[in-house]
């Protein structure tokens, strides 16, 4: 499996959903352990979202100022 590139918030977004995934499937894991886990990587997830919302608004903004200039 080739390494993937972690540079943008979706790319971020798109590993926690993996791990998380992986994490779920496991069923050797102590459910107490696994639940941490998933809702640390849950958060992680959620900050790139909201990372990625607010990059992607700038950059319309930007665009916008860019237009009007």
Do not use: V, W
């Amino acid at each position: 499996m080739k390494d993937k590139r972690i540079n943008r918030p979706q790319h971020i977004k798109t590993l926690m959903q993996e791990q998380i995934n992986i994490l779920r499937r496991d069923d050797g894991l102590d459910p107490i352990d696994k639940a941490r886990a998933i809702a640390y990587l849950s958060n992680i997830a959620l900050t790139a979202i909201k990372d990625g919302d607010f990059d992607e608004r700038l950059k319309a903004i930007e665009s916008q100022l860019e237009g009007d200039g």
